[in-house]
């Protein structure tokens, strides 16, 4: 593993997926151990689907107890139903809910067919407080810089809320879904979620990721990129695969 420092940020550039999802489990089997009552915040996504499956396996091996712990989902596609292979809903509930046999209200999602979506939002928001905030939060990067759906110029101090998906976003999700699926519009954590979490962790891989990760490690920090919150944030680190690091 390679390490580098910006700022006080670690970067971390893995040889490969493997060592990435190794190192990303890890963090999080610290969490749920050093804090039973862990507020955990997960992205969706290709990235991180290795890390979910070792963690999984971990909590069984060890018989690590979550009896405590919260699982959030970083965000979802409005107007999905559940069901849909392609909702972040059953993503978590096929890679983390059913394999560990968590009770739903373990982890929070969202309702992506509710009649009021702002109340979905008003709630999640609740919930996170009540429970004293986020204590570690996963994300990806999406390939214009989003984080959740954060889209390039979304606000560094918003809570959760709706949002109008942008082309970019619209036309990458679509790998997500069986058939070709209208996603104009997703829910989301805000920025000041991320920002207030405990510790944040961007992770990324892939060739196809070096271009945005490169921008957000060495572009003006600004909320035309979002991702570069995390040079903001105070514990964060960024963790890569070689190839996502490929042109740093
Ligand atoms: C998606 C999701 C994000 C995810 C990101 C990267 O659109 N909204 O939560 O982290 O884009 O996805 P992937 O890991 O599949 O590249």
């Known amino acids: 593993m390679q390490l580098l420092k910006l700022n006080k940020m670690e970067v971390g550039i893995y040889p490969g997926v493997e060592e990435l999802a190794q190192r990303v489990s890890d963090e999080m089997i610290q969490q749920v151990i050093g804090k039973k009552s862990s507020v955990i915040c997960l992205a969706s996504g290709d990235t991180p689907k290795r890390a979910y499956e070792i963690f999984v396996q971990t909590i069984i091996n060890q018989s690590v107890s979550l009896a405590e712990v919260l699982f959030v989902g970083l965000d979802e596609w409005l107007g999905i139903d559940q069901t849909n292979t392609g909702s972040c ?10 394999p560990l046999g968590l009770p739903e209200d373990q982890f929070a999602r969202f309702d992506a067919l509710a009649t009021d979506s702002r109340e979905q ?24 810089g989003h984080i959740g759906f954060n889209e390039p110029g979304s606000s560094w101090t918003s809570a959760t809320h709706v949002v109008s998906l942008d082309e970019t976003t619209q036309t990458v999700g679509q790998k997500y879904f ?20 405990r510790k944040l962790i961007l992770m990324a891989s892939g060739e196809r990721k070096a271009g945005i990760i490169q921008k957000t490690l060495q572009w003006p920090i600004s909320e035309d990129l979002p991702a570069t919150i995390v040079r903001r944030h105070p514990q964060s680190m960024v963790l890569l695969d070689r190839q996502a690091a490929g042109m740093l």
């Open 89 to 98: 809903y059953s993503f978590f509930e096929e890679r983390i809910v059913k």
């Open 121 to 144: 939002c008003f709630a999640m928001d609740r919930l996170i407080e009540s429970r004293g905030g986020i204590d570690l939060m996963i994300v990806g990067i999406g390939m214009n």
């Open 178 to 197: 069986q058939q070709k699926t209208e996603v104009s519009k997703g829910i989301t954590l805000g920025l000041g979620q991320v920002m207030t979490s």
